[in-house]
Structures are given as structure tokens and as C-alpha cells.
């Protein structure tokens, strides 16, 4: 079992940045894929960055090159670096993990392990 935690979220100016993090317990997250998602209000949740255990990523079109998804192994912890933010960037945005064993990375039903969310609001 895998408890994720997210931190990091507040309310930022258009332009700005913010860092978000996932901390894991229970298990390492070495072996798994891990996912940032993000759900504004109305919308359904919708795939922001997939990072496997050998460091590839793959990021959604509308936050390519704005956003970096990095692991700390010594830590247990995924993060999230959002810069540039936009005010469609405001969302909740949820830390999931997986063992990888589907091929549909960006599926929201690819994931087991989801944590429960945190706010990020960017004013224009």
C-alpha cells in the first residue's frame, strides 16, 4: 500500500511559480510510475505528466516546457515545478502512482494510488 501526500499548492499571479510535492509511505516509489493529474472545477480530471523509474517523462501539450516533474529517491517524493503559470493552470492537482502495469500512462483508471489533492489558483 501506497499513502501519497501533496503539498505545495497556494494562490499565484499569472506568470508566476509554484512547486508542488508528493510525499510518499508505505513503499519506495523507485519502481513505480508516477503521475501528476489536475481537476478544475466543472471539468473532469485530466492527465498533466507521467514519469517512469528510468527518468523518462511525458507532459501534456499545454504544460510542455512550463512544467518539470522530478523524483528525490532519498526522499520518497515526486515534485512538480510550474513555472510561468496560467490562470487555465487553476486547478487541484492530485500525486498518483502505479506499478506500471497498463499501457495507458495519461488514463486517469491507470492509476491505484491517488493522494487527495491540493489547490493551485493563478490570478490574472
Known amino acids: 500500500q501506497v499513502t501519497l501526500v501533496e503539498s505545495g499548492g497556494g494562490l499565484v499571479q499569472a506568470g508566476g511559480s509554484l512547486r508542488l510535492s508528493c510525499d510518499a509511505s508505505?513503499?519506495?516509489?523507485?519502481?513505480?510510475?508516477t503521475a501528476w493529474f489536475r481537476q478544475a472545477p466543472g471539468k473532469e480530471r485530466e492527465f498533466v505528466v507521467v514519469s517512469w523509474s528510468t527518468d523518462r517523462s511525458v507532459y501534456a501539450d499545454s504544460v510542455k516546457g512550463r512544467f518539470t516533474i522530478s523524483r528525490d529517491n532519498a526522499k520518497n517524493t515526486v515534485r512538480l515545478q510550474m513555472n510561468t503559470l496560467k490562470p487555465e493552470d487553476t486547478a487541484v492537482y492530485y500525486c498518483?502512482?502505479?506499478?506500471?502495469?497498463?499501457?495507458?500512462?495519461?488514463?486517469?483508471?491507470?492509476?491505484?494510488?491517488w493522494g487527495q489533492g491540493t489547490q493551485v489558483t493563478v490570478s490574472s
Open positions: 498518483a502512482a502505479d506499478m506500471g502495469t497498463t499501457n495507458y500512462p495519461t488514463s486517469v483508471s491507470s492509476y491505484d494510488y
Open positions: 508505505g513503499r519506495s516509489l523507485t519502481n513505480y510510475r
